[in-house]
T-cell receptor, first 113, second 117 residues
Framework: AQSVTQLGSHVSVSEGALVLLRCNYSSSVPPYLFWYVQYPNQGLQLLLK??????LVKGINGFEAEFKKSETSFHLTKPSAHMSDAAEYFCAVSLGSNYKLTFGKGTLLTVNP | AAGVIQSPRHLIKEKRETATLKCYPI?????VYWYQQGPGQDPQFLIS???????DKGSIPDRFSAQQFSDYHSELNMSSLELGDSALYFC????????????????FGPGTRLTVT
């Protein structure tokens, strides 16, 4: 079984500030990890994913995440927040190909001018 | 690029009625997943199909059924609707993986918002 914990249901940053959204996972096997973004009344868009290989993965819109096995973490970062980054962010884990995604509870990111 | 298509986008039903949600995966994708997202909640996996066969089942009520057809589109049938079924229902699709058993990448549709009154 797998589970995801996102620390902080709401994160607020100023425009231009560092964005850090935390995600910890629990998995009985090496996991596949994902970050999705959801804008109001829209679907889920894949930001980035980790499957194997390089532990620092880069995604769209300047986001990146680092897989740290020892800490069972997959935190999402962006050096400089933009107003358009305001959205709900979901961390998700999968046990492998053709497997369901298990999502965290989500973190609402607010960007202040 | 083609995306996952879901219809209808919005649906309003009364209690005890039935509803059918449709999902058209990205061309050449062979796996379809259904998720339910309640208000302010994270998406919860309902059911998935690979090559028209059910491949996994999550927290899907017995009142719900689903299938994948020969053209790979999928339908989620919901009967005896309850107020608690009001949610956003997402469909996602995956392309064939290297091993021919699906891919880890899931592409989500825009969702169908079901409101039960």
């Amino acid at each position: 079984a797998q589970s995801v914990t996102q620390l902080g249901s709401h994160v607020s940053v100023s425009e231009g500030a560092l964005v850090l959204l935390r995600c910890n996972y629990s998995s009985s096997v090496p996991p596949y990890l994902f970050w999705y973004v959801q804008y109001p009344n829209q679907g889920l868009q894949l930001l980035l994913k980790y499957t194997t290989g390089a532990t620092l993965v880069k995604g769209i819109n300047g986001f990146e995440a680092e897989f740290k096995k020892s800490e069972t973490s997959f935190h999402l970062t962006k050096p400089s927040a933009h107003m358009s980054d305001a959205a709900e962010y979901f961390c998700a884990v999968s046990l492998g190909s053709n497997y369901k995604l298990t999502f965290g509870k989500g973190t609402l990111l607010t960007v202040n001018p | 690029a083609a995306g996952v298509i879901q219809s209808p986008r919005h649906l309003i039903k009364e209690k005890r009625e039935t509803a059918t949600l449709k999902c058209y995966p990205i061309p050449r994708h062979d796996t379809v997943y259904w998720y339910q997202q309640g208000p302010g909640q994270d998406p919860q996996f309902l059911i998935s199909f690979y090559e028209k066969m059910q491949s996994d089942k999550g927290s899907i009520p017995d009142r719900f059924s689903a299938q994948q057809f020969s053209d790979y589109h999928s339908e989620l049938n919901m009967s005896s609707l309850e107020l608690g079924d009001s949610a956003l229902y997402f469909c996602a699709s995956s392309p064939p993986g290297l091993a021919g058993r699906g891919s880890y990448e899931q592409y989500f549709g825009p969702g169908t918002r079901l409101t039960v009154t």
